[in-house]
Nanobody, 122 residues
C-alpha cells in the first residue's frame, strides 16, 4: 500500500508565503504525475498545480506567478511553494500522485493524501 503524507499547512497572513510538502511511501516502483489540489468550504476540489516525472508543470490560472511546484524524485516528494498568498487561497490542500507499485509496475494507481489546511488571514 502507498501512503501520501502532506505537511506545511497552517495560518499565514495575506501576502505571506508557505511551503507544502508531500512524501509518498510504500512499495513504489515509480511515480508519474504528482500534483496539488485544493478544496475550499462549499466549493469543488480544483487542480492547483501538477508536475510530471520529467519536470513539466502546469498551474491553475489563479496561482500562476505566485505558486511553484517542484519534486524530488529520489525522495518521492512533491513541494508547493506558495507566495503572495491571498485570503481566497484558504483551503484544504491535497496531494495526488499516479503511482506504479512494485506488485504491478505496468498499471498506475491514483493516490491521495488526507490534506493539509492552509488559512490565509486578511
Amino acid at each position: 500500500q502507498v501512503q501520501l503524507v502532506e505537511s506545511g499547512g497552517g495560518l499565514v497572513q495575506a501576502g505571506g508565503s508557505r511551503r507544502l510538502s508531500c512524501a509518498a511511501s510504500g512499495r513504489i516502483f515509480s511515480i508519474n504525475t504528482m500534483g496539488w489540489y485544493r478544496q475550499a468550504p462549499g466549493k469543488q476540489r480544483e487542480l492547483v498545480a501538477g508536475i510530471t516525472s520529467g519536470g513539466s508543470t502546469n498551474y491553475a490560472d489563479s496561482v500562476k506567478g505566485r505558486f511553484t511546484i517542484s519534486r524530488d524524485n529520489a525522495k518521492n516528494t512533491v513541494y508547493l511553494q506558495m507566495n503572495s498568498l491571498k485570503p481566497e487561497d484558504t483551503a484544504q490542500y491535497y496531494c495526488n500522485a499516479q503511482v506504479y507499485e512494485l506488485r504491478d509496475p505496468y498499471n498506475g494507481m491514483d493516490y491521495w493524501g488526507k490534506g493539509t489546511l492552509v488559512t490565509v488571514s486578511s
